[in-house]
Nanobody
Framework: QVELVESGGGLEQPGGSLRLSCAAS????????MGWFRQAPGKEREFVAA???????VYADSVKGRFAISRDNAKNTVYLQMNSLKPEDTAIYYC?????????????????WGQGTQVTVST
């Protein structure tokens, strides 16, 4: 069983930055892709970013150039650096562990999910 624990959410002003962390345990972290998804009130969960085991990154168009996903295999942790935040980035952000060494933008490519962390962008 894989456990994912997110942290780093909070309230930030438009234009500000936040960094989310997701600590993983339960399997060989470095062998699997990791991803971030988000769900805003009244909306479907959507893909944000993914990082493959070899380091390849994939981003949703809405966050490309503003967000950066990274991983530290020694710490079994994946990060999401969020810059130039906008009010529309407000959502619960979920960390997800992929089924294999690469995973993309579909939820069914991920087997395990964290509990989520709230990000609110507002004045």
């Amino acid at each position: 069983q894989v456990e994912l624990v997110e942290s780093g959410g909070g309230l930030e002003q438009p234009g500000g930055s936040l960094r989310l962390s997701c600590a993983a345990s339960g399997r060989t972290f470095s062998s699997y892709a990791m991803g971030w998804f988000r769900q805003a009130p009244g909306k479907e969960r959507e893909f944000v970013a993914a990082i493959w085991s070899a380091g390849t990154t994939v981003y949703a168009d809405s966050v490309k150039g503003r967000f950066a996903i990274s991983r530290d295999n020694a710490k079994n942790t994946v990060y999401l650096q969020m810059n130039s935040l906008k009010p529309e980035d407000t959502a619960i952000y979920y960390c997800a562990a992929g089924n294999t060494y690469y995973s993309g933008s579909y939820s069914n490519q991920y087997s395990y999910w964290g509990q989520g962390t709230q990000v609110t962008v507002s004045t």
